[in-house]
């Protein structure tokens, strides 16, 4: 992560952190700048805090975008370095906010059943038994996709179109409208990358 911050004009990166347990949007610029996070006050005000609460009000899982500087300590939550982090907490960096629709690949179930949905559940619960976070699961997911797109992915996103979930929850809701993405980010168009693999998009 080199260091651009000098440059005229610059306007930072993307941080978006994933299963911090905090419950308010203060309480959570609160932790990001007593992990050393760097940012400017007006980014602080426009960042972005989503939970997902249980009915009993406990927090399940956050999500939270900001745009920072890039340091140390922003490397080492990249990194999964970061010692006060839970294991599980994901840091995602990128230049822009949104990815453009025609360079992600998504991921979704097989089909729309109970069964079908609950399989990614599965699949995680086993990696995570043999001690696995979520990022290294993620990993394995993008390799996996690399293997048969032949093209290097830039990053993973579990979407959720009403609240924050991990991979684990990624494709469990009552219908297509609930349940969840894994959505892969590419360099080049999807289109590109699929004809050049001879396939068709």
């Known amino acids: 992560m080199t260091d651009t911050t000098?440059?005229?004009g610059y306007?930072?990166?993307w941080a978006t952190f994933r299963g911090i347990q905090i419950d308010t949007k203060l309480a959570a610029i609160q932790k990001l700048q007593a992990l050393g996070t760097s940012s400017e006050q007006k980014w602080w005000s426009d960042m972005e805090f989503f939970?997902?609460?249980l009915k009993s009000g406990r927090i399940k899982?956050?999500?939270?975008?900001?745009?920072?500087l890039p340091n140390e300590p922003l490397r080492l939550c990249f990194m999964g370095m970061e010692p006060s982090l839970d294991p599980d907490v994901t840091c995602d960096v990128q230049m822009s906010k949104n990815a453009l629709p025609e360079t992600c690949s998504v991921l979704e179930p097989r089909g729309a059943n109970a069964l079908c949905r609950n399989t990614m559940k599965a699949w995680y619960h086993l990696w995570h038994s043999l001690g696995a976070t979520e990022s290294q699961i993620q990993c394995l997911i993008l390799l996996n996709a690399e293997i048969c797109m032949r093209e290097e992915a830039e990053a993973i996103e579990v979407w959720?179109?009403?609240f924050p979930r991990s991979l684990k929850t990624v494709?469990?809701?009552h219908n297509e409208q609930s349940i969840?993405?894994?959505r892969l980010r590419y360099p080049?168009?999807?289109a590109e990358i699929l004809s050049n693999t001879h396939r068709n998009p």
């Open 6 to 8: 000098k440059q005229a």
């Open 11 to 13: 306007r930072g990166v």
């Open 51 to 53: 939970a997902h609460r």
């Open 61 to 68: 899982h956050t999500t939270i975008t900001v745009r920072v």
């Open 160 to 162: 959720s179109p009403i």
């Open 171 to 173: 494709w469990q809701g």
């Open 180 to 182: 969840g993405q894994i």
């Open 188 to 190: 080049k168009q999807i």
